[in-house]
């Protein structure tokens, strides 16, 4: 059973950094693509970043050069570095996995291509 468990959030200032990550179990991990995601309240829900198996990545415009994505595929964990954070980047972030995704079809612009999702952990960011 593929499990997907976020940790990590909280409650930052304007300006803050904040780290979030994600421990995945039930399927080899490192073989397909991995993403964030995130929710804000009355909002759709939109891409943050990817990454690939073979390291590649990718990431929303709003979060280019503020947040970094990377895995350690021998910890199973996905992570999500976030710097410069503004309060629009207060959202439920969620991770997520395309075991049998690669290339260029890995990119979090593709929602449905992810086959397990997380439960989320909140991020909050103050003014």
């Known amino acids: 059973q593929v499990q997907l468990a976020e940790s990590g959030g909280g409650s930052v200032q304007t300006g803050g950094s904040l780290g979030i990550f994600c421990a995945a179990s039930?399927?080899?991990?490192?073989?397909?693509?991995m993403g964030w995601f995130r929710q804000a309240p009355g909002k759709e829900r939109e891409g943050v970043a990817s990454?690939?198996?073979?390291?590649?990545?990718t990431y929303a415009d709003v979060v280019k050069g503020r947040f970094t994505i990377s895995q350690d595929n021998a910890k199973n964990t996905l992570y999500l570095q976030m710097n410069s954070l503004k309060p629009e980047d207060t959202a439920m972030y969620y991770c997520?996995?395309?075991?049998?995704?690669?290339?260029?079809?890995?990119?979090?612009?593709?929602?449905?291509?992810?086959?397990?999702w997380g439960q989320g952990t909140q991020v909050t960011v103050s003014s």
């Open positions: 997520a996995a395309a075991p049998w995704t690669w290339g260029s079809r890995c990119s979090a612009a593709s929602p449905g291509l992810f086959n397990y």
């Open positions: 039930g399927y080899p991990y490192g073989s397909g693509c």
């Open positions: 990454i690939d198996s073979d390291g590649t990545r």
